[in-house]
Antibody, heavy 121, light 109 residues
Framework: EVQLVESGGGLVQPGGSLRLSCSAS????????MHWVRQAPGKGLEYVSA????????YYADSVKGRFTISRDNSKNTLYLQMSSLRAEDTAVYYC??????????????WGQGTLVTVSS | EIVLTQSPGTLSLSPGERATLSCRAS???????LAWYQQKPGQAPRLLIY???SRATGIPDRFSGSGSGTDFTLTISRLEPEDFAVYYC??????????FGQGTKVEIK
């Protein structure tokens, strides 16, 4: 059974940093590109960042480029999102998602339960 | 960046009725790389349709997707009580950013 379990969310002040983790199991993690998708309270879904299966290619939404860094450790089956210079508009539930095809350009067939990041003073 | 516009914003229907949801792209979506997701309150989204018309694993056949280019449709042939939710389309063409529509809420009339 595929499982994606996010952790690391919480309350952080504007300008602060936070690192999210996503522990994956139930599939060959190193064969699949992975993404982060977020959802602000009461709002829609927003793509945040993506990483290829071997970590060699990374992609970012313009809204987070230069502030967020995606990475992965295939030996630990873990995906990360390092977030810095956080703003109030980054407040959201952050989902770790698995690509269906394995490629970075793909739909998402499994989602984690999400971790809430709140940016507030 | 490809902008996806979903309509209507809210669809009020009764169980047993047919639901037709639209997703229009600001430019052509390559290779029909268009997906549909269902989200219920407090839950993560669930993949329904990928490749514009292929049902994901375990999705009932009352859900169907169609379209190409810039116009796509999700049809629910006969609404079941568990189908009342928010639906999002997503394009996952050749390059980032991959984008979502703003969502259509299907509510009980």
């Amino acid at each position: 059974e595929v499982q994606l379990v996010e952790s690391g969310g919480g309350l952080v002040q504007p300008g602060g940093s936070l690192r999210l983790s996503c522990s994956a199991s139930g599939f060959t993690f190193s064969s699949y590109a992975m993404h982060w998708v977020r959802q602000a309270p009461g709002k829609g879904l927003e793509y945040v960042s993506a990483i290829s299966s071997n970590g060699g290619s990374t992609y970012y939404a313009d809204s987070v480029k230069g502030r967020f860094t995606i990475s992965r450790d295939n030996s630990k089956n873990t995906l990360y999102l390092q977030m810095s210079s956080l703003r109030a508009e980054d407040t959201a539930v952050y989902y770790c998602v698995k690509t269906r095809s394995g490629y970075s350009s793909s739909s998402y067939d499994y989602w984690g339960q999400g971790t809430l990041v709140t940016v507030s003073s | 960046e490809i902008v996806l516009t979903q309509s209507p914003g809210t669809l009020s229907l009764s169980p047993g009725e047919r639901a037709t949801l639209s997703c229009r792209a600001s430019q052509s979506v390559s290779s029909s790389y268009l997906a549909w997701y269902q989200q219920k309150p407090g839950q993560a989204p669930r993949l329904l349709i990928y490749g514009a018309s292929s049902r994901a694993t375990g999705i009932p056949d009352r859900f169907s997707g169609s379209g190409s280019g810039t116009d796509f449709t999700l049809t629910i042939s006969r609404l079941e009580p568990e189908d009342f939710a928010v639906y999002y389309c997503q394009q996952y063409g050749s390059s980032s950013p991959w984008t979502f529509g703003q969502g259509t809420k299907v509510e009980i009339k």
